[in-house]
């Protein structure tokens, strides 16, 4: 590749910086060991790349492990043993890595959203590819997400049909064709996910008495966290969420002894977490099958540092490089121009308001977005724009509200290595090109 700097490129293009991603995943690693969680899943939905899955487990982002991936200091850290994918294309991405390395936490990957039919045949194809590369391995494998009756039916179904032992007399499959299930709950955030009640407790039983499926564990999202950037407020909300999957296993803990059926719900993993909690999250009941599961930790955006997860700029790791293209020194105006809009940085909203932020510049208000570009003015608009700062042509770093679907829309990301703020004269020294698509 050609040595360049970002002023370089041209504009828009979704930059990241290695460097900050290799601290963010060290950081959770390390703190969620502190907190007594010793296993990690963490989700590639946000940079959605080889590269980006091998920094998350620790081998460095080519692979080879080493300094580049080890963790500072000689802290203890917590295991990384698989991953979260929302897409089949990040599903399938993390069955390749299995396929190379033959190792976890590539072999162990949940598809995490509700499952639904038409995923079924691919997934069953990856899973396929796995077991024939022989990286599946006894504890690996690829994992559904399940909250609704429904989804068992077709489930079983589907295995029943594709199965070695249709053609046979046996209604039994194999022990290597069951398929693994996550059972999705709702601790409060009431999006996706099953009421930690009754009618949760009915579904894991439909699935602990089936003969095609096997209960791996419980997953929660702790989505409601978004909206606090209060500390008290967030360990009681991480609190609650560990206190109704707890009550939750133990009802449906009642409910197998008064069904005399035979489960250990201690073996149980319990899937939990979200990047804005993340830290928050304790292991007070010592348990061992305890994850943490959180994403957009990797690259940071303005919704994190309002909720305290990102303490600084320096540890965003993602941005959007733009050009200044319109100087409007009118008394109505008083701003600039660049050349990225909501098809590079999307119209995500966050708390604290505003489209995005320029890096390294608070007193600078990105206050207006179109679809190719964002004005920026003067937080203090008493004062006149210095307009001689910021010519014509130059470029700026923007932080997107939310990095996760700004990093959706671009097909290469431009890699730099920054141990401070990252500049506009930083050097290129990769490219990674991330999954896209739904199929």
């Known amino acids: 590749m050609t040595t360049t700097t970002l002023q370089n490129l041209d504009t828009p293009a979704f930059i990241v910086n290695r460097h900050a991603i290799h601290e963010n995943c060290n950081k959770v690693r390390t703190v969620a060991y502190a907190n007594g969680i010793h296993h990690l899943r963490p989700h590639v939905k946000t940079h959605k790349t080889k590269e980006g899955c091998l920094i998350q487990a620790g081998m460095g982002g080519d692979g080879r492990g080493g ?5 500072t200091d000689g802290m203890p850290a917590s295991d990384v043993v698989g991953f979260v994918a929302s897409t089949t294309p990040e599903l399938s991405m993390v069955v390749d890595l299995a396929c190379k390395y033959k190792v976890k936490p590539f072999n162990d990957v949940l598809y995490g959203i509700p499952i639904c039919q038409s995923k079924l045949k691919k997934i069953q194809s990856l899973k396929e590819k796995l077991t024939s590369s022989n990286a599946s391995g006894v504890e690996g494998g690829i994992h559904v997400l399940v909250d609704n009756t429904k989804q068992v039916d077709f489930l079983e179904s589907f295995i029943r049909d594709n199965s070695s032992s ?75 969420d560990l206190e109704m999957i707890v009550q939750f296993i133990n009802l449906l803990a009642k409910q197998l002894e008064q069904s005399e059926k035979h489960f250990d719900t ?102 207006r977005m179109s679809q190719e570009v964002t004005m920026i003015r003067l937080r203090d608009q008493s004062s006149s724009f210095q307009f001689d700062d910021f010519a014509l042509g130059s470029s700026l770093l923007l932080i997107p509200n939310h990095s996760c679907l700004s990093a959706a829309c671009f097909s290469r990301y431009y890699v730099v290595d920054e141990k401070g703020l990252c500049s506009t004269d930083a050097e290129v020294i990769d490219e990674w090109i991330p999954v896209s698509g739904w199929a």
């Open 166 to 240: 249709s053609s046979s007399s046996s209604s039994e499959p194999l022990s290597n064709e069951k398929w693994s299930v996550f059972l999705k709950l709702d601790t409060g955030y009431h999006r996706a996910g099953i009421t930690c009640d009754n009618r949760g407790v009915q579904l894991a039983m439909m699935v602990i008495e089936s003969s095609f499926l096997d209960l791996k564990g419980v997953y929660s999202h702790c989505g409601h966290s978004y909206n606090i950037n209060d500390n008290a407020e967030m360990e009681h909300t991480t609190q609650e």
């Open 67 to 71: 300094k580049d991936g080890a963790i």
């Open 266 to 367: 201690s073996a149980l993993h319990i899937s939990i977490g979200s990047t804005p909690s993340m830290f928050f999250h304790k292991n007070s009941l010592n348990n061992n099958t305890l994850e943490l599961h959180p994403g957009n930790y990797v690259f940071y955006d303005r919704q994190q540092m309002w909720t305290g997860a990102c303490k600084r700029e320096e540890s965003v790791a993602s941005f959007v490089l733009t050009r200044i293209i319109g100087h409007y020194p009118d008394t109505e105006r008083n701003s600039i121009m660049v050349d990225a809009g909501a098809t590079a940085l999307t119209k995500e909203t966050t708390p604290q308001g505003e489209v995005c932020a320029v890096l390294g510049h608070p007193e600078l208000e990105c206050y």
